[in-house]
Nanobody
Framework: QVQLVESGGGLAQPGSSVGMSCVGTGNIQNIRDMKWYREKPGQDREWLATITRPGVQMYSQSLRERININRDNDRNAVYLQVHSLQPEDTARYYC???????????????WGRGIQVTVSS
């Protein structure tokens, strides 16, 4: 079974930065795209960024100036940094990954449980 576990986040001051990690464990054979999303109370989940296995980065147009996505293929990990935090960035942040497991011949999307980021002074 594959698990994605996010860490980092937490309480942050306006104007600061926050970093989050997401590590995949389990019967992983390969991971293609890895992504970050966020969900604010009462709103739909919002896509933030994608990084392909070779490292091509794609960003939400509205946030591209303030976020960075990176990955470590050896660790099955993806990272997100959000800079110049604003109270509107308060949300639960989720990672997802397109995973080929050792017992299947097609990729499946897996999700982490999410991690809270609260921006407040």
């Amino acid at each position: 079974q594959v698990q994605l576990v996010e860490s980092g986040g937490g309480l942050a001051q306006p104007g600061s930065s926050v970093g989050m990690s997401c590590v995949g464990t389990g019967n992983i054979q390969n991971i293609r795209d890895m992504k970050w999303y966020r969900e604010k109370p009462g709103q739909d989940r919002e896509w933030l960024a994608t990084i392909t296995r070779p490292g091509v980065q794609m960003y939400s147009q509205s946030l591209r100036e303030r976020i960075n996505i990176n990955r470590d293929n050896d660790r099955n990990a993806v990272y997100l940094q959000v800079h110049s935090l604003q109270p509107e960035d308060t949300a639960r942040y989720y990672c997802s990954a397109s995973v080929l497991t050792t017992n299947r011949d097609s990729y499946r999307e897996f999700w982490g449980r999410g991690i809270q980021v609260t921006v407040s002074s």
